[in-house]
């Protein structure tokens, strides 16, 4: 961009209205300060209920060096470090194994018998807990196994995060079986006294009693337990389902829709007029605002002149005065466009209107396509499932694809006529594509180069009733008018024309706001399958981002039991009883409570992420 500035003239500035680099680094900080907060607080974790000094640092290396590890293994295999690959990393997790070691090394130190080295009595101590440890890492990395099975975007979004934590956990399992005890052998001292800190004292105090009641009425407690459990389920089936957790992009992109033939001075007046309307209305939330109308020369992005992106960056919350969210802000301005005639507005974000436009070919939540042949048909039930969207709670910005209502001018000649008068056809129709441009030639500016071309004047192009008493000349030398050689009429055509699996499609968009995304396209697909009649040879297809939650939850509804199963085998290698094992895996559904709980507790719905969370 500095080299750009340089061989601009003096009169032209060039300013950075949007940076995305922006909001990675503001991501990537937030990731960071995650990690240090999550360290820092697990190591003060470790010093108070380990009660020595020096095993909290033995047991603390194991974080740093577990890490190192895993950036290595990332690099290899070609991770970024982002906020999926890192942001899962479990600090906890990653030192339960040498916390284990480092313990039992203690306990076996304070009660070691006379005449036995350090050395023997750390050895025997990691010997003691190597298979459980063993065990428990592999469970851990197993449970994360499913996640590299996730194809698509998922694929693409968690596995680098399953990856990361793979990686970090394989080292901190090799550090606990071969650095933890050369460090506990050196640092440790020979000499402990076994005495519990104060801390762990107390929630013993606490505990002990607890236990002795709960010991007591074991019925109550289990139908205790049954009954939380069935609250879990109740709660589970009210939680909403999202694909990922919406990601506030510090910038709103707002789609506007006007009708099919307006021209592009009439476009860059109606953008103009958003923008100071904006403006004058969220001075304090609004940093930048520029709108882009129609397609550029690389068609990379195709639109019509009736199509426009008004593009805003917000300033940083601190300053904003009329929201207190990005979702309210949101509310707010689409009250204030609600005014102005002949729009209809689609409020998204700019990467996420990327990645639904790349994913699915809609740029909003939900994407209903019509398919079919005709177009008056395709309209007529796009009107139809416009109708119902607009009637569901949460359906927000509902807009039809534009498929017809293009201004067209239909010239038929009349052949009795053009016999009369001795007019060839393609006279009258190479005269009437005159009304048009007609390239005739080019110009050179050094390497610039323009078409050149020749048409009527507007005065003409814009009245039929000019443009029927247009002149055509004969081979006689008459000059008959146009009107008398050919009908001419103002029809409406088609104003897009899109295709897919080999048929036209319609389709009618909409966002879901204050609900969630899953539940918004079960009543969609419910009421549009009750209420539009389809035509025999149309049918709808839905397209959004919950095709990703869809397909995922597929694939680990058939790949988290044998998952599971595995860990069923390790757990029964280890105890040799299935009873035991039996136990620990009635543990899985009591904690998944806790979290559906928190979830329905914060008003969160159901995603993947969180499905990752309660896989791991």
């Known amino acids: 961009v500095a080299d750009v500035r340089t061989s601009l003239p003096d009169d032209v500035a060039l300013t950075t209205v949007y940076d995305r680099t922006e909001l ?43 890490m190192l590890f895993a950036a290595n293994c990332m690099l290899q295999a070609g991770i970024a470090g982002s906020l999926m690959s890192l942001g899962a990393i479990d600090f906890g997790l990653i030192v339960d194994s040498s916390v284990i070691q480092i313990e039992n090394a203690m306990r076996r130190l304070a009660h070691n018998p006379a005449g036995r080295t350090r050395l023997d009595v750390v050895r025997d101590a990691a010997l003691e807990v190597r298979r459980p440890t063993l065990y428990g890492e592999l469970i851990i ?146 940093k930048h605002i520029w709108t882009r109308t129609g397609s550029a020369e690389v068609a990379t992005d195709p639109m019509g002149l009736e199509l426009s992106d008004v593009f805003i960056t917000l300033t940083p919350r601190a300053q904003w005065t009329k929201a207190q969210s990005q979702a309210e802000l949101v509310g707010a301005m689409e009250a204030t466009l609600a005014g102005l005639p002949a729009m209809r507005t689609i409020f998204t974000q700019p990467i996420e209107m990327r990645v639904n436009e790349m994913v699915a070919g809609v740029r909003s939540d939900l994407g209903v396509k019509i398919f079919g042949d005709d177009f008056a048909q395709l309209e007529a039930l796009s009107t139809q499932v416009s109708n119902v969207l607009g009637q569901i709670p949460g359906a927000a910005d509902v807009t039809v694809e534009q498929v017809t209502g293009q201004p067209l001018l239909e010239v038929k000649v009349r052949q009795d006529q053009l016999a009369r008068f001795g007019i060839p056809a393609a006279d009258v129709l190479a005269f009437v594509a005159a009304i ?28 039929l009733e000019r443009v029927a008493q247009l002149l055509v000349p004969t081979a006689a030398g008459q000059r008959v ?16 024309i899109n295709r897919e699996w080999s048929k036209r499609r319609a389709i009618v968009q909409c966002n879901a706001r204050g609900r969630d995304i899953g539940s918004l396209v079960d009543e969609a697909r419910r009421r549009i399958a009750a209420e539009v009649a389809l035509p025999p040879g149309y049918f709808i297809r839905y397209g959004g981002q919950f095709e990703h939650l869809e397909r995922a939850s597929r694939r680990l509804v058939m790949v988290v039991p044998a998952a599971l199963g595995l860990v069923f085998v390790l757990l029964y290698l280890t105890y040799r009883r299935g009873a035991d094992v039996l136990r620990i895996f009635l543990t899985l559904p009591l904690a998944a409570i806790g979290g559906v709980v928190a979830l329905y507790a914060r008003g969160l719905p159901f995603s993947i992420s969180a499905g990752v969370g309660f896989v791991a």
């Open 436 to 463: 048009g441009n007609v390239p005739v030639g080019e110009i050179r500016q050094g390497q610039v180069r323009f078409p050149l071309t020749v048409r009527l004047p507007d005065v003409y192009r814009a009245d």
């Open 141 to 286: 990395l197993i449970v994360y196994l499913p996640i590299l099975t996730l194809e698509g975007i998922e694929g693409k979004m968690f596995r680098p995060m399953a990856l990361t934590v793979i990686f970090a956990l394989a080292g901190s399992l090799v550090l606990s079986l071969t650095l933890m005890p050369v460090l506990a052998s050196l640092l440790l001292p020979a000499r402990l006294r076994e005495r519990e800190p104060l801390l762990v004292r107390a929630a013993k105090r606490v505990y002990a009693p607890v236990l002795e009641c709960v010991l007591r009425w074991r019925a109550v407690v289990l139908a205790g337990v049954v009954v939380a459990l069935g609250v879990g389920i109740v709660l589970a089936l009210r939680l909403g389902t999202v694909f990922i957790p919406r990601l506030s992009e510090e910038a709103v992109v707002i789609n506007t829709v006007r009708l099919a033939g307006v021209d592009v001075d009439e476009s860059v007046r109606y953008g103009t007029r958003i923008e100071q309307v904006l403006l004058q209305h969220f001075p304090d939330e609004i």
């Open 481 to 496: 008018p146009l009107a008398r050689l050919a009908d001419l009429r103002l029809i409406a055509g088609p104003s897009t």
């Open 24 to 66: 990675v680094d503001h991501v990537l900080a937030t990731v960071e300060r995650n990690l240090w907060e999550g360290a820092v607080l697990v190591v003060a974790v470790l010093f108070v209920f380990l009660g020595n000094l020096r095993a909290g640092l033995i047991v603390a290396a194991a974080i740093p060096l577990s």
